[in-house]
């Protein structure tokens, strides 16, 4: 399966890595900077590969190309474009998070696939992680019983050297804050946990220690599902020195467990009432990771093959993008307004917070 890649970023690398995994035929890279494109390709010994060729211009690079696959890691803010015409052309898309900065492009992301019969799948690795697969069948097997509440906190740390490595990161344009750009992640698991139908949101968020930013550095918000459970956010970039979590709590009547480590990627806590042999390997299971993106991507490229192959949805489809950005979104609303907001709603860009702080 041709595969290339539109961006060569921070993220870029975990995508490169998981296309060499699966053994895709990587056609192209693309990047207005020449050296990320070369850094990338040298970083998996791809820089002798005279079949990879090099791009500025993804539509040049399509043409040329012709990929059935592409994953899009360029700035947030071009992801909407970038894939709207990926689309047009008939590509199937990887697409980094957040999908996109506004509901309507989201929206139209989602209807554009549908109609052009590609698979779009929102790059939310984190669901693979081994320990959330296990939660999550757990969920599904109705072990909690009634659900009372959820919470995910992701306390990390991006000082002035991580900003100052890309212009377009914490301005509303491009980027968004906290929020949309490191909690994310977090904020499609709680969701998905949960199941999925939300009735309000009501959040609050700030810029506290990163002035140089247009956007927020801390965000809280509370979440009333609609089966009357309740979810709560705490996502910051203010943790001082460095990263400390990213923890994910789920609470039923019938059992209780704690997803923490950097990155959700191993248990702290898995107590059910109906225990079983499984139950006791779960506790204190552990995945290394070499960073904080964790190790998802390589299982998330590896069902986009097949869902390409085999003609059905991914397992993180666009439809599970759109519901992490509105959530984001509804905390900037409702930040803005300064009330909650009803879910769903259909109007709202990162753009319209700008002058927020």
């Not at 509440?149 to 900003?163: A, F, L």
């Not at 898995?270 to 070499?290: H, M, P, R, V, Y």
Request: charged share 25%; hydrophobic share 40%.
């Amino acid at each position: 399966m041709k595969y290339a890649l539109i961006g060569c970023g921070r993220i870029a690398t975990n995508h490169m890595k998981a296309a060499v995994n699966n053994e895709l035929e990587i056609v192209a890279v693309c990047d207005i900077i020449q050296e990320k494109m070369d850094d990338i390709l040298h970083r998996h010994e791809l820089q002798n590969d005279n079949l990879i060729k090099k791009y500025e211009d993804y539509k040049i690079m399509i043409a040329d190309m012709k990929p059935e696959l592409i994953s899009i890691a360029t700035e947030s803010g071009n992801h909407a474009e970038i894939a709207l015409y990926c689309i047009d052309q008939g590509i199937n898309l990887i697409i980094e998070k957040p999908m996109a900065m506004s509901m309507k492009d989201a929206d139209r992301i989602i209807q554009a696939s549908e109609a052009k019969g590609v698979k779009v799948s929102a790059c939310h690795q984190n669901r693979f992680n081994v320990a959330i697969q296990e939660m999550r069948k757990a969920v599904e097997a109705g072990r909690f019983g009634k659900l009372s509440h959820g919470s995910i906190h992701v306390r990390w740390n991006r000082d002035h050297g991580y900003y100052d490595q890309a212009a377009w990161r914490g301005t509303w344009a491009q980027d968004g804050g906290a929020l949309m750009n490191q909690c994310i992640h977090g904020i499609d698991l709680l969701r998905w946990m949960m199941g999925d139908e939300i009735e309000e949101i009501y959040g609050a968020t700030r810029r506290q220690f990163h002035d140089y930013l247009e956007a927020e550095d801390v965000g809280m918000a509370v979440i009333k599902f609609k089966n009357g459970a309740i979810g709560t956010i705490e996502g910051t970039t203010n943790v001082y020195p460095k990263n400390l979590e990213e923890t994910l709590y789920l609470f039923g009547e019938k059992g209780t467990v704690k997803i923490g480590g950097t990155s959700t990627n191993n248990i702290d806590v898995w107590d059910f009432a109906d225990e079983t042999d499984i139950d006791q390997k779960n506790k204190g299971l552990q995945e290394e990771t070499s960073n904080v993106y964790g190790n998802g991507h390589t299982s998330l490229f590896a069902d986009v093959i097949d869902a390409i192959k085999t003609d059905r949805k991914p397992y993180v489809d666009a439809v599970a993008g759109r519901n992490a950005l509105e959530v984001v979104l509804a905390i900037y609303k409702s930040q803005k307004i300064g009330s909650p907001v009803k879910l769903p709603f259909m109007d709202f860009a990162s753009v319209d917070m700008e002058g927020t702080f």
